[in-house]
């Protein structure tokens, strides 16, 4: 009769043996991390729509960016921890860092051209591009719930955006390109937490942007510079664009990605109602029972990964 291994023993392949997955004990902090990176991006929604009445989308990605270096650093340098910035797996960086500058750009010119529950709706088909890719290049399950989450947040975009297909406009467009970039992004963040930092990913997030910001901001030949009355919502879109992804790199690290990414949903209704607030921006029914459907399927999803 086989016996169970004895505690802090390993058991042997073939008895009782169970493999270590230590992810699935995890969904709840990963949900809270989720939280604060969706609290953090509605904060730079707000910020960016605002600095790019004055600044082109590739400045405002170029001051967010050199923001973002000095915070890493300092807090690097204080906790002495940037020994952990290594040079390896500079390609995975790389791909990572152009996947995202190219979605966050065209996000930053979305919501300068439409309302941001529409922007915001088309963005979000990000999670289902996420499961898929995940699926195929992480190895993770494909399950029925997964598929159930992805359908429901989908109809849920197309019930708030109801958009139309034949006469989509530049702003839309962008968005649903910057949605693939998005998931590009987690994909290869997912990747890159299994063998780097925190901070290692986040310092190259600040340093190779804030390089791609300069060669494309400088591309016309001038780089403008923000007023003083906008350098506060430049630095809180620095600030915020640093504790999103710092939040969603912390999140994917403990989570696979098409448990976390699919909570991404929950900025719909939570901009939908900044929209409203500070924008005059209408919130109707339809908007309402999209993010309620959107609401379900996390709660399900979520649900079933946490029993």
């Known amino acids: 009769m086989s016996q169970s291994p004895a505690p802090g023993e ?3 392949a073939g008895v009782n043996a169970r493999p270590r997955t230590p992810e699935r004990h995890a969904v709840l902090p990963a949900m809270l991390w989720m939280l ?14 605002t600095a790019s009445g004055e600044l082109d989308t590739f400045e405002i990605m170029t001051y967010r960016s050199f923001v973002g270096i000095f915070i890493v650093v300092a807090v690097g340098l204080a906790t002495g921890r940037m020994g952990q910035v290594t040079t390896r797996q500079l390609h995975l960086h790389f791909a990572r860092n152009l996947f995202h500058f190219a979605g966050q750009n065209l996000w930053f010119f979305a919501i300068a051209m439409a309302p941001l529950a529409q922007v915001i709706s088309i963005e979000f088909t990000s999670p289902i591009w996420v499961i898929l890719l995940a699926a195929l290049f992480l190895g993770e399950r494909f399950t029925v719930m997964k598929l159930v989450t992805a359908l429901m947040g ?11 297909f034949a006469n989509l406009d530049p702003g839309l467009t962008a968005a649903a390109a910057a949605a693939v970039g998005f998931a590009l992004t987690a994909v290869f963040t997912k990747i890159l937490t299994r063998q780097a930092s925190v901070l290692c990913i986040l310092f190259y997030i600040t340093t190779m942007q804030a390089v791609f910001g300069l060669i494309c901001g400088f591309w016309d030949g001038e780089m403008a510079w923000p007023s003083s009355e906008l350098l506060p919502f430049v630095g809180l879109i620095g600030v915020a664009g640093l504790t999103a992804h710092s939040c969603l790199t912390r999140a994917l690290s403990l989570a696979p990605a098409s448990i976390v990414m699919p909570m991404d949903f929950l ?10 607030a500070f924008y005059d921006e209408s919130l109707d029914l339809w908007v ?8 379900a399927g996390n709660f399900i999803n979520l649900r079933a990964n946490a029993r």
């Open 10 to 12: 390993i058991a042997p």
């Open 288 to 295: 309402v029972l999209g993010a309620a459907l959107i609401l």
């Open 267 to 276: 900025r719909l209704p939570l901009l939908a109602f900044v929209g409203m």
């Open 36 to 49: 604060g990176a969706i609290a953090s991006f509605a904060i730079m929604a707000v910020a960016g729509r």
């Open 154 to 164: 989908f109809a849920g975009v197309l019930i708030v955006a109801r958009p139309d």
